[in-house]
């Protein structure tokens, strides 16, 4: 990268979190930041053509965000850091990119410690060595505001949005909302512009059965959180009028975690660390099937180890709690037609189950 260059920031796209890391890269490091256009299939094919055959497809799909990125400008990018071998794949995104002649700035993230936002500020020098702790500070304050805020939302419009009257219009306000985010300046903005459209979202009409179909998703990090790579696994399941839980976001698994009350409930399932969302997703699967949920949906991509060690731990829970689950693996050879007849097959076995226990 030309040294004078002006630096014009990229993280991976992932969920709706590129609204909050704008605000931190823009108001706080006082730096340009792109937002890679959405994640679609070309994103994959571009990833999954200069990625090794068997790695996960969150590197897939980072490789293909990376290079959209640059050529929508981006000249620096940030790594993002992990527990699994996504900790290391930084690296070897940064190998890949120079070997394609690809002149840009790297900032691995990997370095940096997820659950104390000081580790940061050394990363984030290197993007703007003329750093200002307090701007970058109450920017990070923000910032965090706003993941907690939009995973708020998120979780509500995820349980309701099945039953609106009219359809389309919890959809529409939830992207008013996330395009409204970009205007905040404070995290008192944050705040009020959230309560603004949760009111709006709670006006919305809905109908919802007595008996409601709860389902729990569980899974890997990347795969729930990114709705492209799992299909939108989740409009789908909610537009058969199903209440859908999602534990796994940014607040509940970085800013509020508690690996030890996690390890205690789920201490006659597992003995030892397992690693990367392992441990989240036993102990939401067992959470959810004590309290009687209909059914629970594990989605990972191919070739993720932590999850498919999670997997038999899973099945004993399924035969323990006499609840059903639907494993998905994803990658980008999965097949549309196949995840729309899997879920019809789940959808009608636990109807037929709810009836039978009526
Ligand atoms: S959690 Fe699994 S899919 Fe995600 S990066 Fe790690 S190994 Fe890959």
């Not at 994959?44 to 990125?69: Q, R, T």
């Not at 996504?86 to 997820?114: T, W």
Request: glycine share 6%; aromatic share 12%.
């Amino acid at each position: 990268m030309k040294t004078k260059e002006p630096c014009r920031v990229a993280f991976p796209r992932f969920g709706n979190y590129h609204i909050p890391l704008e605000f931190l890269f823009t108001k706080g490091l006082g730096v340009e930041y792109i937002t890679p256009p959405p994640s679609t299939k070309k994103t994959l094919e571009i990833g999954s053509k200069y990625s090794p055959d068997y790695v996960c497809s969150p590197f897939k799909f980072n490789l293909g965000n990376y290079i959209e990125a640059i050529e929508a400008g981006a000249n620096t990018l940030v790594q993002t850091g992990g527990t699994c071998r996504l900790g290391y794949y930084g690296e070897l995104h940064e190998q890949i990119l120079k070997d394609l002649g690809y002149d840009v700035k790297f900032v691995n993230m990997s370095k940096a410690n997820y659950r104390n936002p000081l580790t940061f500020y050394n990363e984030f020098k290197k993007v703007n060595p003329n750093l200002n702790l307090a701007k970058v500070s109450s920017a990070l304050l923000t910032m965090l505001k706003m993941v907690e805020c939009i995973d708020n939302v998120d979780d509500y419009v995820r349980q309701n949005v099945g039953f609106e009257v009219h359809d389309g219009e919890m959809e529409k306000i939830h992207e008013a909302y996330l395009e409204a985010l970009k205007q905040v300046e404070t995290k008192k903005d944050v705040i009020k512009t959230t309560k603004t459209y949760m009111k709006k979202l709670k006006d919305v009409k809905t109908k919802k059965p007595k008996k409601l179909i709860r389902v729990g998703i569980v899974g890997e990090y990347y795969t729930i959180m990114e709705p492209f790579s799992n299909h939108f696994i989740e409009k789908e399941l909610a537009k058969k009028g199903i209440v859908i839980y999602r534990w796994m976001n940014v607040t509940n698994s970085i800013l509020h975690y508690d690996g030890k009350e996690q390890k205690k409930v789920i201490k006659n399932y597992v003995k030892y660390y397992m690693g990367a969302t392992s441990m989240s997703t036993v102990y939401k699967t067992l959470e959810w099937a004590k309290a009687g949920f209909d059914g629970i949906v594990h989605v990972k991509s191919f070739g993720c180890t932590p999850e498919i060690d999670a997997m038999p731990v899973l099945q004993k829970i399924s035969a323990d709690y006499k609840i059903p689950i639907l494993y998905f693996s994803f990658d980008s050879q999965t097949s549309e037609t196949g995840i729309q007849t899997r879920l019809e097959a789940f959808y009608d076995m636990i109807m037929m189950r709810k009836e039978k226990r009526k």
